[in-house]
């Protein structure tokens, strides 16, 4: 953890090997980002300069401001253009107006991270400058579309908040029809009650009216029931013939 008031050791070496690998002009040097709740976070910004004229009408020169974690080089770097001038590119946060560079986990590990940074950055720009921005959608450009955190966040948050209201939606349903279906089964098993006694009681007066006869008591009323004789069977185009005792 860097000393209060100390850039990290590893974002000034970063600095320094971007200073000398290019000739870049420097606009506000190398400082501690006051404004950022990690001590240690730092910032500085470059002027770029871009293809004129080009089919955006973007500026002849555009300044970039790199803020970079404390944590460099185990962390991302966001880049943001300076004024309003770079607004309303497809792969660009709307809000904020940072680029949406390459994939976080393709820049190397190690102090070049910020130099491989600055190159993506002006390669955005100069892509943009000539409308290259504007067709990736259409060529399949290596370039990736991002969502601020700050938005997915509050979209996860409105997902979750539905996803609720629509579960208490279906509890409320299960419950009533597990009800109904607990009324259901209370009626089906009075039903049977019924049945069942109502076949008991014509059991007890049919054997009263065979012993009224002269008949013999069957011991089981399942005696009593009577097996219908077998459909006749016959095959299509056949005439009907009855099955064989």
């Avoid at 860097?2 to 990290?8: D, K, M, Q």
């Avoid at 404004?35 to 002849?60: S, T």
Wanted: hydrophobic residues 40%; proline residues 7%; glycine residues 6%.
């Amino acid at each position: 953890m860097p000393a209060v008031g100390e850039v990290p050791a590893a974002i000034l070496e970063a600095f320094d090997d971007l200073n000398k690998a290019d000739a870049i002009e420097i606009v506000q040097e190398l400082r501690l980002a006051n404004d950022k709740r990690n001590m240690g976070d730092a910032e500085f910004v470059c002027r770029v300069d871009l293809p004129y004229p080009n089919k955006e009408n973007l500026p002849r020169q555009v300044e970039l401001r790199f803020e970079i974690p404390a944590s460099f080089p185990l962390a991302q770097i966001d880049v943001y253009p300076v004024g309003d001038a770079v607004r309303g590119f497809p792969h660009q946060d709307a809000e904020t107006g940072k680029l949406c560079l390459q994939p976080n986990t393709t820049a190397p590990w190690d102090a070049t991270r910020l130099k491989c940074y600055f190159d993506w950055a002006v390669e955005w720009l100069r892509d943009a400058a000539q409308g290259g921005v504007r067709r990736v959608l259409k060529l399949g450009h290596g370039w990736l579309e991002r969502v601020d955190q700050g938005r997915k966040r509050a979209a996860r948050s409105q997902v979750t908040e539905g996803a609720a209201d629509q579960h208490a939606e279906l509890r409320v349903v299960v419950v009533q029809q597990w009800s109904q279906l607990e009324r259901d089964f209370v009626s089906l098993k009075a039903a049977r009650a019924e049945l069942s006694n109502r076949s008991r009681d014509s059991a007890r007066l049919r054997i009263g009216e065979l012993r009224e006869e002269g008949g013999t008591p069957l011991s089981n009323p399942l005696q009593l029931l009577v097996v219908p004789p077998l459909p006749k069977l016959g095959l299509p185009g056949e005439g009907a013939r009855t099955h064989p005792a």
